[in-house]
């Protein structure tokens, strides 16, 4: 089945600074790929999605790129604020059902 | 419009007792999947309902696990005789579509969860 390794965190960084958050899934064939956060106190949400390769999904200001070749989804975001701090999963979908299959998340805290 | 919602937010139970989780997916949503997350991990799943079918309940760590969704809307996933390694937030997420409808209906909506801690 599918499987996702996502970095280890804590992930500190200070308020503007550039983020990566590496992503990288096994799979049978070409699943969609999303990445969610978990805002403190808060339920799961969808952050981005992509769906083929070569699709870049963004919101927020957070972009990650469908890369077949090395299947890999790194999350990105070019200037990073103390809102930001959470906890970001990767998921991709597994076949059949459409089950998300969840990383161990990684810890973004952001200091002024 | 309205989210998933799910009842009770917090859950204390004594070892032994059974518990019962209830979630009322977004109105129309075909797909309704329930996750368990330990704490400090990510959420694995248990268990998917397509309307009223289960049609995967691969992920339900043992017999004392049991869901259900009568009429395809709101679901109940219940414990029986709780352990302490039931201790976990219990998440519910609905989607659009069911099968392979369009890449969007896979999209999963999730709801606030609800902690679980046995004591």
């Known amino acids: 089945g599918n499987s996702v390794t996502q970095m280890e965190g804590p992930v500190t960084l200070s308020e503007e600074a550039f983020l990566t958050i590496n992503c990288t899934y096994t799979?049978?064939?070409?699943?969609?790929l999303f990445w969610y956060v978990q805002y403190p106190g808060e339920g799961l949400q969808l952050l981005l999605k992509?769906?083929?390769?070569?699709d870049k999904g963004s919101n927020k200001g957070f972009e990650a790129t469908y890369r077949k070749e090395t299947t890999s989804f790194h999350l990105e975001k070019g200037s990073v604020q103390v809102s930001d701090s959470a906890v970001y999963f990767c998921a991709p979908l597994s076949g059949g059902y459409n089950k998300l299959i969840f990383g161990a998340g990684t810890r973004l805290a952001v200091h002024p | 419009g309205a989210g998933v919602s799910q009842s009770p937010r917090y859950k204390v139970a004594k070892r032994g007792q059974d518990v019962a989780l209830r979630c009322d997916p977004i109105?129309?949503?075909?797909?309704l999947f329930w996750y368990q997350q330990a704490l400090g991990q990510g959420p694995e799943f248990l268990t998917y309902f397509q309307n009223e079918a289960q049609l995967d309940k691969s992920g339900l760590p043992s017999d004392r696990f049991f869901a259900e969704r009568p009429e395809g809307s709101v679901s109940t996933l219940k414990i029986q005789r709780t352990q302490q390694e039931d201790s976990a937030v219990y998440l519910c997420a609905s989607s659009p579509g069911g099968g392979r409808v369009s890449k969007r209906s896979y999209e999963q909506y999730f709801g606030p969860g609800t902690r679980l801690t046995v004591t």
């Open positions: 799979a049978t064939g070409y699943p969609s």
């Open positions: 992509a769906t083929k390769a070569d």
């Open positions: 109105s129309g949503h075909v797909s």
